[in-house]
């Protein structure tokens, strides 16, 4: 038998983002730096996992639920439902999406604290923290006036002093140094390298890492007046994501992660707490942490706290998706702070995507389908290439050994800056050879001139498209659908891309505009007015959902009740819930796994007797904590008037578990 070949793993990570607020451009911004970074590893043969989550704990997520007048989970509920629309609506690949209310995770965080503990003694000890403390952004200040201002908001500090549980940082300094110097890939780029080594070397004093002021976190392992502070807690999801403590295999497999892209304001946590954390567990650091720059907003941050955030939608809606992530590729140099306006954007989406890409696609087609009935024309021989087309194929060739250096190295604007330059140079030959005018031509000889010049176009174009895919792959895969190529571009292997692969003879595709040309004034009006309309649902908008409710139950579409997965499962196992009157902790096989659902029957079903039967389970809800306890499902039941009482649904027939509903 064939030994089936192992691809290499490449696991990334983005920051797990806090649930305070809803996303913006900025944490889009990382996501889709990951998600192109991921395709290009898959281009490159790898398997890849990427993860990205949500950090949900900590008092500004307890303070913000409160103003919204929501328990601090539902307010969580809400926001990671924001990212996780939000991803799957830009199209960005998630293979990991971790949330800190997880019961796994909670596992993950105690089992590396408890590993921790046990290899490296005394690296974790009790002690009291005495000093300010910011309580907006939950942070111990260094300057030990009172009311001396928070470094990062400005506000008034309090004085504190608690007793803490602390990791002793101070015993990391010569590892990490060493670290640092034997892995220079570790902390990129090379400028925040440096800052790093500058601050460890400078000395460092051991981390708190609990609290008994804060209630909304994981509790710390056997003495729950203590919860554990942020970043033990938000780091360890890294881990949690390929089942750490959970599917050893897995974990094995994946880990250490080969990359963690995060924005410069975290780097301290990732580049030194992090790694101590580990080599603390005897566990191995990640490879690369890349570092990134910020996006500014008219000179400033763009954050929440700020309020001069850019929501992503808009311009996704407006300009469309791959609109979006070119800008933000090609804008930013990858490490550095780049700055976002509006008007940039619309400007970049006609100069380089309608006028460039879209329109060097659409001629080239077009020109193919006029004067050669849409099939690709055949070059002709070696001997019969001019000297223009020569050029014109080791200019490719060139570009074809450099590109994927610049991805490799995360140089995303200069990978675009060259593909885009070898659109300009095919623009140019196509300006000289000018093939409208041999097309009229009776010349037999001016006619072969015309294969090869548009045979030559549409190989750079079908190369132009296998290497802009990672940035822009919706339209580059429609593209490559119009070029008449087989199979799905995203399964083509960038080591395999050569000049002179694209075979005469194939028939073309439809085409289409890919990127249709804007008003720029229109657009930019049109995203500023959505942009506006999604961050105050508009008084017209509120009267109209008013409105709809007070008709009875709206109607979903035929998609809308597809999206519910329900299942045939069976209960292996049914206890209470230890302070609920009403709940049940069921573990129920559903086919491919048994899953733990808490329901709130336990007023009418005795655990025993559920034990063996046959019910029908939503298996794809977020999952939530009831009483403390995850819940991965619903059981579906009917609530009967008139108090509601829960009776389980079921069938006559007996059918087997795994089995669909539809
Ligand atoms: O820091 N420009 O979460 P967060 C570029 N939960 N990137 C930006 C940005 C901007 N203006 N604003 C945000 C947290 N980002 C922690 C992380 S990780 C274990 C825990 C991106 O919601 C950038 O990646 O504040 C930044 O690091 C991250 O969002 C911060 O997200």
Redesign the pocket.
């Given at each position: 038998m064939e030994k089936p070949i192992l691809k290499p793993k490449y696991f990334l990570t983005?920051?797990?983002?806090?649930v305070n607020a809803r996303p913006?451009v900025?944490?889009t911004?990382?996501t889709i730096v990951a998600d192109t970074i991921a395709r290009y590893k898959r281009m490159r043969g790898y398997d890849v996992v990427m993860l990205t989550g949500t950090?949900e704990h900590g008092q500004k997520v307890e303070r913000s639920a409160k103003a919204a007048g929501v328990a601090p989970q539902q307010f969580a509920d809400t926001i990671a439902a924001q990212y996780q629309r939000l991803w799957e609506e830009l199209d960005l690949h998630v293979d990991r999406f971790v949330r800190t209310t997880e019961l796994r995770h909670e596992r993950a965080v105690h089992r590396l604290v408890g590993q921790a503990q046990s290899h490296t003694p005394g690296c974790i000890y009790k002690g009291h923290y005495e000093g300010q403390y910011c309580v907006f952004d939950e942070l111990y200040v260094d300057d030990p006036a009172p009311n001396a201002p928070c470094p990062d908001c400005g506000r008034p500090t309090e004085r504190i002093r608690e007793e803490n549980y602390f990791f002793r940082l101070s015993a990391f300094q010569d590892r990490l140094l060493e670290h640092y110097e034997k892995h220079p890939q570790f902390i990129q780029p090379e400028t925040r390298r440096n800052e790093v080594i500058a601050f460890v070397r400078g000395g460092l004093r051991d981390l708190s890492i609990s609290r008994t002021t804060l209630k909304w976190g994981i509790p710390w392992p056997e003495d729950d007046r203590h919860v554990i502070y942020v970043w033990y807690d938000?780091?360890t999801?890294?881990m949690t994501g390929i089942g750490y403590g959970d599917d050893e295999l897995q974990w094995e497999h994946y880990w250490p992660a080969d990359l963690h892209?995060?924005?410069k304001?975290?780097l301290r946590f990732h580049a030194v707490y992090w790694p101590a954390f580990l080599m603390a567990a005897d566990e191995p650091p990640p490879k690369t942490i890349f570092a990134?720059?910020?996006?500014l907003f008219e000179q400033e941050?763009?954050?929440k706290s700020r309020g001069n955030i850019q929501l992503p939608q808009p311009i996704a809606r407006v300009l469309g998706i791959d609109a979006l992530r070119y800008f933000l590729l090609r804008e930013m140099v990858f490490g550095q702070d780049g700055n976002f306006s509006r008007e940039a954007l619309v400007n970049r989406y006609n100069s380089d995507l309608a006028n460039g890409l879209g329109n060097f696609a659409s001629r080239t087609l077009a020109m193919i389908e006029r004067y050669f009935g849409g099939e690709i024309p055949t070059p002709l021989g070696e001997e019969k290439i001019s000297n223009r087309d020569i050029t014109f194929k080791g200019f490719v060739e060139g570009d074809l050994a450099e590109i994927p250096d610049f991805y490799e190295s995360y140089q995303f604007s200069r990978a675009l800056e060259r593909i885009w330059a070898l659109i300009a140079e095919v623009d140019k030959y196509l300006v000289i050879q000018h093939p409208w005018s041999l097309a009229e031509s009776e010349v037999t000889a001016e006619n072969e001139r015309l294969q090869t010049i548009l045979w030559t176009a549409a190989e750079a174009l079908r190369i132009v498209t296998v290497l802009a895919h990672p940035v822009i792959p919706h339209a580059t895969e429609k593209i490559w659908q119009q070029l008449g190529q087989n199979g799905k571009l995203a399964d083509q292997q960038l080591d395999q891309l050569q000049w002179g692969q694209l075979r005469p003879g194939t028939r073309i595709g439809k085409t289409e505009a890919i990127f249709p040309r804007v008003d720029k004034d229109e657009a930019v009006e049109r995203i500023e007015t959505m942009e506006q309309e999604m961050r105050q649902p508009s008084a017209a908008k509120t009267v109209a959902t008013t409105a709809s409710a007070a008709q009875g139950p709206s109607r979903i579409s035929i998609e809308d009740f597809a999206k519910v997965d329900m299942r045939v499962g069976q209960v292996k196992s049914a206890e209470r819930v230890a302070g609920a009157d009403k709940l049940l902790k069921i573990l129920v096989d559903v086919g491919d796994e048994v899953r733990q659902v808490v329901a709130g029957i336990a007023e009418v079903y005795k655990p025993e007797d559920i034990v063996g039967r046959k019910v029908i389970v939503v298996v794809n809800l977020q999952p939530r904590k009831l009483r403390g306890v995850e819940s991965n499902g619903m059981i579906v039941a009917a609530s009967v008037p008139p108090d509601g009482k829960p009776v389980l649904a079921g069938f006559l027939e007996d059918v087997p578990v795994g089995s669909r509903l539809k």
């Open positions: 983005t920051p797990i983002y806090y913006h900025g944490h911004y990382t950090d938000a780091l999801s890294y892209l995060i924005g304001e975290i990134h720059g910020w996006w941050k763009m954050s």
